[in-house]
């Protein structure tokens, strides 16, 4: 069989559509949800289907959250949606009722340029389209928020009608402001007027538990004791089906390895296939993954291959995490495919691929729409991010590229492979 054959499998794979479409019906599979728990038992025994391995469990403990209710009331009375932002901090039962101040997008100059200003105030920014350089992270507004000494951050998107998700950036237990996602029309209604800053009240109620979650592991072995670790995160968020971020990863790292599969006992190196969960809790899975591995066990990975958010836009983009000598073998490998692709180096940990590259093991990040602010990926963190949004020619050319670059790692010549790191 050639390279040819074993990729075209890829994209006439019905079941890489029908996986994508499965794995939305869970809903959201926000950690510790029942749609979290049974989209990991799908794709425990997809995996296992797929790869004719048996798949390996490995427990991850983490602190557990929940959210039993958010309110944002308007100084009119007025209840508008709201949306906690994951690990948020709850309010106690009469809430946070302060003046709401209005910083923009949030960058580092708005928050300095009103550093005397936030104290005790309810901070309110916009959030940004993710897979752009130069993009601020909520993550780091947060943080700016909390050092300015405000009491509450609110972060808008931009679809009408939906509130914003994502994780609040507190650590595990750690202390924090009560942070929640609303839509851009109660931003709106939080405009500064001249007789000051509209007020509003915020009321969190949580409750926190150690709970449990899972990372699946399916190796098939190559010639040598070495790894290509292939992964994608099956956890989202609940306010939508978590469709681009990231069924659209999952069902992709399983057509993969369906292709790949019969192929891997030919080449040098071995397909470690990984699906982690709490991806969305600051990356808890994936993290203790690796903080598990021996410096042996570390060093026999010559490459991760993390796939997230990869169909929503037909633009692909590899985020090689400094690793600036994988990318002309990435490159060699999509124009091979006949594919444009675009490498973008500084390592951003906004996925699992960071946890890899911290641990000084090759890695990179497969993202669609990256600087393309009219890809579909703009949807990513809202009640837009369905499965409507994902083009099954998309999904397929991009699943294609996965495997052309899983094979090709697999089979690389020693020489090739030891500069990457
Ligand atoms: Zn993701």
Redesign the pocket.
Known sequence: MTAADILGAIGIDHELYRDFEAICDFGGRLSGTDGERRALDFVARRGAEASGVACRTIPVPYLGWRCRSATLTLADGLAVPCYPLVRTVATGPTGVEAEVIDLGRGTPEEFEAHRADIGGRIVLVRHELMFAAGTIHRRRKYDMARAAGAIGFLIAGSMPGGAVAGSSGRGEGGDGIPAVGIAPETAARLARRAKGWPRATLRIETEEQPAETRTLLFDMPGQTDEWVVLSA?VDGHDINESAM??ATGVAAALAVTRALAPHVRNWRRGVRLAFFST?EWALTGSARYVEALSSAERDAIALNVNL??IAGSSRLTVLTSGFARVEPFLLGVAENEGLDLRCVRPLQPN?DHANFALAGIPAFRLVAGYDDPAAQLRFVLTPGDTRDKVARSELATAARLAGAITAAACQAEPDVARTWR
Do not use: A, I, K, V
């Open positions: 995160h971020d990231n991806e997230d958010s996925s």
